[in-house]
């Protein structure tokens, strides 16, 4: 699904992802994880298409993806809910799902049931919050509720793989719970391939299959969720 070969990337003159090997599941929800700090948002930003890299390569399904633009990503079935949610504050909350629809158009070829120019009935299905709020600025809602817009506005396209970067950073508990059923249900019914920043251990170990630790810049330990032990949290997660 996505390979990442050998990626090496630098901030001006400091490196941070040092020769970086990671082999994405299709159909498996993997947890990137690691303490602050040792790459885990460039990993994702890399994979995007929003920070160059130096060498190595990216494909997804055996295409290169190194020279495409972020858009083109997108259009290739990436979904990506970015650390901080990074919603449009002045537009409506369906201004803001709207913004996806000219590339879901053109993704999915008119191949859905229902018609490309709508916001997908999933979307308020999943999140039912965001219909009873779609008149209100993306700026009004609380920090749950624009994590949950951030997750439908990158659901929109239809993608193949969902990425998000930490998702519950300062969400009240009951969001976090129902974020994470989403991301089951989507994987579970859908097949939608997943790829989770998350710090949180039990909500890690609760939605993710595979895990892949990371530690300046690398990825040193990758298994089944169910095997991420004491020793390994000790050694990479723990402060
Ligand atoms: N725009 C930037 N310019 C220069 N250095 C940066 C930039 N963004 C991040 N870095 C540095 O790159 C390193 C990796 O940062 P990154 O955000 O990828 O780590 P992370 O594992 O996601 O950490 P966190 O858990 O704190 O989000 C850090 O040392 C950080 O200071």
């Not at 709207?98 to 999915?108: A, D, M, S, Y």
């Not at 949180?200 to 609760?206: D, H, Y």
Request: glycine fraction near 12%; proline fraction near 5%; charged fraction near 25%.
């Amino acid at each position: 699904m996505i390979s990442i070969n050998k990626v090496d990337q630098l901030y001006g003159g400091t490196q941070i992802l040092w020769g970086l090997d990671l082999e994405i599941v299709p159909g498996s929800i993997t947890c990137i994880m690691g303490r602050n700090g040792v790459g885990k948002t460039t990993l994702l930003k890399a994979i995007m298409g929003l920070l160059p890299i130096q060498s190595g390569e990216i494909t997804m399904e055996g295409e290169t993806l190194n020279k495409q633009s972020a858009e083109k990503r997108a259009y290739s079935g990436i979904g990506y809910v970015p650390q901080g949610r990074d919603i449009f504050p002045m537009l409506t909350v369906e201004e803001n799902l709207r913004i996806g629809l000219p590339v879901r158009g053109k993704r999915t070829k008119g191949t859905l049931n229902d018609n490309p120019k709508d916001i997908p009935d999933k979307i308020f299905e999943l999140f039912p919050v965001l219909k009873d709020m779609l008149h209100r600025r993306g700026g009004d809602l609380s920090g749950g509720q624009q994590q949950q817009l951030a997750i439908g506005r990158a659901l929109v396209l239809e993608p193949k793989v969902l990425i998000l970067d930490e998702p519950n950073e300062g969400i009240q508990p009951n969001i976090v719970k129902q974020i994470g059923d989403v991301i089951l249900k989507l994987n579970e019914e859908e097949g939608l391939t997943v790829i989770l920043v998350e710090q949180k251990l039990g909500f890690a170990r609760r939605v993710g299959k595979e895990f892949r630790l990371m530690e300046k810049g690398r990825i040193v330990a990758a298994d089944k969720m169910e095997n991420l032990n004491d020793t390994l949290i000790k050694q990479y997660l723990a402060v």
